[in-house]
């Protein structure tokens, strides 16, 4: 069951956090590609917070609308809390790694940076967390997908 939970966190990190498979904009910048690092990285850092103060449902509230829609506000916090409950409380979170990204596999075309996190939680000595922001809509970098492994 918790697999599944997990399975189910995972949404647009799937194919990126495991195969790492990067498609980049040729014609952008390096300093474009940057800054949306930094701004995702930011967007990652506020909804973690959320996440570990055990908010849940304002985790929904500020993911993307890619996300949104993929799960529905009501089960979420049930299927967050069944995958990080038996984690315990984040003990660290080191920053690995930020990958600009504009197609991952199963997602529309877009702006992702891929984010990987060394995280240490009280019952799970060794994971890594991946966290993937989108360029949203409205201009806004959103969380659209999650994953502990």
Known sequence: MR???LLALFLVA??????????????????KNASA?????????AWLA???????????????????????RD?????????????????????????YMTSLPGAPDGEYVVIQYATVFE???SSVETITPMLDEDGKWRVSGYYIK
Do not use: H
């Not at 959320?50 to 529905?72: C, H, P, T």
């Open 37 to 45: 690092r930094k701004q995702a990285r930011q967007a990652a850092t």
């Open 3 to 5: 697999t599944l939970s």
């Open 75 to 99: 089960a979420w916090p049930g299927m967050l809390s069944a995958a990080r409950g038996p984690l315990g409380k984040v003990v660290s979170r080191e920053f690995k790694s930020a990958d």
């Open 50 to 72: 959320l996440v570990d103060e055990g908010d849940y449902a304002e985790s929904w509230d500020n993911a993307a609308g890619y996300f949104r829609a993929a799960v529905k």
């Open 123 to 125: 019952g799970k000595r």
């Open 14 to 31: 799937s194919a990126a956090g495991c195969e790492r498979a990067r498609t980049t904009k040729s014609d952008q910048a390096p300093s």
